[in-house]
């Protein structure tokens, strides 16, 4: 399994961006997939996830109505879409597809990691 994600950049403050990351391999028919970010220096955390048919999603509390994920299981992608944009939001940011069905935040859970995508905001 390969994951591609895109759509990074620079932005300003207040700013939307949208990541993509598709999947492409042999991917099974039950996996949940999620995002993630990642600052110099610092652990990887936890931004998003969504289940297998996309009825179920998780956040990370703080960024809970500026961020949303989505996926098209047609083209195998997920979205995380990320509205009013805050210069801390600045990491590159990673999808991650997990072979469990059931979103979850835990690192250790996911089986497949895509490259990270930068995601700059300027103030």
């Known amino acids: 399994v390969q994951l591609q994600a895109s759509g990074g950049g620079l932005v300003q403050a207040g700013g939307s961006l949208r990541l993509s990351c598709a999947a492409s391999?042999?991917?099974?028919?039950?996996?949940?997939m999620g995002w993630f970010r990642q600052t110099l220096g610092k652990e990887r955390e936890f931004v998003a996830a969504i289940s297998t048919s996309g009825g179920r999603t998780i956040y990370e509390d703080s960024l809970k109505g500026r961020f949303a994920i989505s996926r098209d299981n047609s083209k195998n992608t997920v979205y995380l879409q990320m509205n009013s944009l805050k210069p801390e939001d600045t990491a590159s940011y990673y999808c991650?597809?997990?072979?469990?069905?059931?979103?979850?935040?835990?690192?250790?859970?996911?089986?497949?990691w895509g490259q990270g995508t930068l995601v700059t905001v300027s103030s």
């Open positions: 991650a597809l997990s072979l469990m069905g059931l979103p979850t935040r835990r690192l250790d859970r996911y089986n497949y």
């Open positions: 391999g042999r991917t099974s028919s039950s996996y949940s």
